[in-house]
């Protein structure tokens, strides 16, 4: 049984940094490619960064590139999402994912719960 428990939310000022992290289990962790996605109020879910299995190769959505960063320890079945310039338009419920192979292809076989990041304007 895959879990994803997401955490590391929380309410920041805007201009302000968060990490949050998604602990994996259940799987061999390398061999997946993660994601995460956030759903802002009123909404609907939306891409935010992908990384490979390996942790070579990365995808931002446009609205992140350049302040948001992803990364991988597959030592510790954990990938982060290390979130610089904050804006208020961040505000979501941010969710991490799991594809079913190790090169990111939009497909997501598991999901974690999310968790909540409020960025005040």
């Known amino acids: 049984q895959v879990q994803l428990v997401a955490s590391g939310g929380g309410l920041v000022q805007a201009g302000g940094s968060l990490r949050l992290s998604c602990a994996a289990s259940?799987?061999?962790?390398?061999?997946?490619?993660m994601a995460w996605f956030r759903r802002a109020p009123g909404k609907e879910r939306e891409f935010v960064a992908a990384?490979?299995?390996?942790?070579?190769?990365?995808s931002y959505a446009d609205s992140v590139k350049g302040r948001f960063t992803i990364s991988r320890d597959n030592a510790k079945n954990t990938v982060y999402l290390q979130m610089n310039s904050l804006k208020p338009e961040d505000t979501a419920v941010y969710s991490c994912?799991?594809?079913?192979?190790?090169?990111?292809?939009?497909?997501?076989?598991?999901w974690g719960q999310g968790t909540s990041v409020t960025v005040p304007s």
């Open positions: 990384i490979s299995g390996s942790g070579v190769v990365t």
């Open positions: 259940g799987r061999t962790f390398s061999n997946y490619a």
């Open positions: 994912a799991m594809s079913p192979s190790s090169r990111w292809s939009s497909i997501v076989t598991y």
